[in-house]
T-cell receptor
Framework: DAMVIQNPRYQVTQFGKPVTLSCSQT?????MYWYQQKSSQAPKLLFH???????NEADTPDNFQSRRPNTSFCFLDIRSPGLGDAAMYLC???????????FGPGTRLLVL | SQQGEEDPQALSIQEGENATMNCSYK?????LQWYRQNSGRGLVHLIL?????REKHSGRLRVTLDTSKKSSSLLITASRAADTASYFC????????????FGTGTRLTIIP
């Protein structure tokens, strides 16, 4: 089945230790998104790729970076995680930007 | 913030009853979407309604859109325990910015 896969599902890291979250898709969609979701809140868009074009949200901290080496994969790098970065990180894809998004199961990040 | 507001924040009903959730937004839109999120999981797309549509159905779901009031409602008929989840509306503005803005969500609990 075509899907969006996120690894790992749970990630524990230490304060200040770089961490990378990964997302892959078999849908062959052009657009990939990274969201941060804190408890009982709405998903907050961090950035998105339209094909290879990177679009950063104005309020996304510089601590967050992303890479999309090919259509199928996208990575979220947190260079120096702080306690406030503990959250669920959601990857999503869409064939047409602004239309239906398909989400992965998320990676829950814990920062110690 | 252009984030939408959902009402109520939480709703508990008996199994078999109908559940209605409301969403208000601030900007002119191309489309409005509803998503479901089970606890600790990714979001699942439910339905998309375009700005020139007033009502849409999908199974037990009915969505209405009133662009003059900048509001939408999601009705779930004959609720089931499996409908227990958080429900988010999301809008694509007509500024052509290729992304969705999510509302604050409604936490729905179906009591068996």
């Amino acid at each position: 089945d075509a899907m969006v896969i996120q690894n790992p599902r749970y990630q524990v890291t230490q304060f200040g230790k770089p961490v990378t979250l990964s997302c892959s898709q078999t849908l062959n969609h052009n657009v990939m998104y990274w969201y941060q979701q804190k408890s009982s809140q709405a998903p907050k868009l961090l950035f998105h790729y339209y094909d290879k074009d990177f679009n950063n949200e104005a309020d996304t901290p510089d601590n967050f970076q992303s890479r999309r080496p090919n259509t199928s994969f996208c990575f979220l790098d947190i260079r120096s995680p702080g306690l406030g970065d503990a959250a669920m990180y959601l990857c999503a894809t869409s064939q047409i930007a602004g239309e239906t998004q398909y989400f992965g199961p998320g990676t829950r990040l814990l920062v110690l | 913030s252009q984030q939408g507001e959902e009402d109520p924040q939480a709703l508990s009903i008996q199994e078999g009853e109908n559940a209605t959730m409301n969403c208000s937004y601030k900007t002119s839109i191309n489309n409005l979407q509803w998503y479901r999120q089970n606890s600790g999981r990714g979001l699942v797309h439910l339905i998309l309604i375009r700005s020139n549509e007033r009502e849409k159905h999908s199974g037990r779901l009915r969505v209405t859109l009133d662009t003059s009031k900048k509001s939408s409602s999601l009705l779930i008929t004959a609720s089931r325990a499996a409908d227990t989840a958080s429900y988010f509306c999301a809008t694509e503005s007509n500024f052509g910015n290729e992304k969705l803005t999510f509302g604050t969500g409604t936490r729905l609990t179906i009591i068996p």
